[in-house]
């Protein structure tokens, strides 16, 4: 027995499939109701469907291509617009940078190409106190007091700002002893008007604490009478209550006393009827005979 290959299987699907197609096609052409002069109507329809279908397919396929596209460009030029934006602040951050921590005056040659050293160098001489004024320069001399109207000038104004300065010390001083003395008279003040508060208040809290003391105490004093009264009233109903009990258990008592006494004494009585009723009974039954007739006189006596 032959073993089935899948490729055989195959084969026999396909010769299947165009057996079956080359059936339905003869149906269709050899068909009189259905088939037209020159032509299969219904495969055309077949062929129209499947165009329109392919249509509808690629008409789809490139709208979405457009919008994909557009997304793209969309997406591009956000992209675009953020890296300029980026770019834009980087710049900008740079610059800033630059301009706050690499100025051209911090670099260490800027003197040899400063536009302005000219202007910013020292002249030969500042003054007679300049520091460049060595004996070798000969700019100064001994005895010599250029700055004399300068200096005194300056001593007078300097005399000037010492005495104002004192006086300004002065009053600041007197200014300051006159708000201390008002601070510690207002602050006295204060401290007399707190300590008579103080005073009235603890007058005021003790007269509060012997008032209510005093209503303590006689609240507990008429407690504490009420409660002896209460003891001595329960006291009193419990002695009542226990001479009532032992009464009526001498009541009862005697009660059961008297009860049997007086079931003995009726049954007493009762014996005593039933004795009298039995003798009655023996006396009135028994009648007279020969024998009791003839016990008299038979004797002297």
Not at 106 to 128: G, H, I, M, N, V
Not at 258 to 266: E, F, P, V, Y
């Amino acid at each position: 027995m032959d073993i089935v290959q899948p490729k055989d299987l195959e084969q026999s699907l396909g010769l299947a499939k165009r057996r079956h197609a080359e059936l339905c096609r003869q149906n269709r052409i050899f068909n009189a109701r259905n088939r037209i002069i020159g032509g299969d109507a219904e495969a055309w329809d077949i062929q129209l469907h499947d165009q329109k279908i392919r249509e509808a397919t690629e008409k789809a396929r490139h709208e979405t291509f457009a919008a994909e596209m557009r997304r793209s460009d969309k997406t591009t030029c956000t992209l675009e617009d953020r890296e300029r934006r980026d770019r834009k602040n980087l710049c900008k951050a740079i610059t800033d940078f630059q301009q706050s921590l690499q100025k051209p005056e911090s670099r260490r040659e800027f003197d040899l190409s400063d536009p302005l050293a000219l202007k910013k160098d020292l002249p030969a001489r500042r003054s007679d106190n300049d520091d460049r004024n060595t004996v070798s320069g000969m700019q100064r001399f001994m005895g010599e007091d250029l700055n004399f109207h300068e200096r005194k000038k300056f001593q007078q104004e300097q005399n000037r700002e010492w005495s104002l300065q004192q006086q300004r010390e002065r009053k600041n001083a007197r200014a300051d002893h006159k708000r201390a003395e008002d601070l510690y008279m207002k602050t006295r003040l204060q401290f007399d008007e707190t300590a008579k508060q103080l005073q009235n208040l603890e007058s005021a809290t003790r007269k509060a604490v012997r008032a209510a003391v005093q209503e303590f105490n006689k609240s507990q004093r008429i407690q504490e009478e009420e409660r002896q009264r209460d003891q001595e009233w329960d006291w009193q109903r419990v002695q009542n209550a226990r001479t009532s009990v032992l009464m009526e258990r001498q009541r009862r008592r005697q009660q059961r006393d008297l009860r049997r006494a007086l079931d003995c004494s009726n049954l007493g009585l009762a014996r005593e009827q039933l004795l009298q009723k039995k003798l009655m009974k023996e006396v009135c039954t028994d009648h007279p005979t020969e024998d009791y007739f003839t016990q008299f006189n038979t004797r002297s006596r």
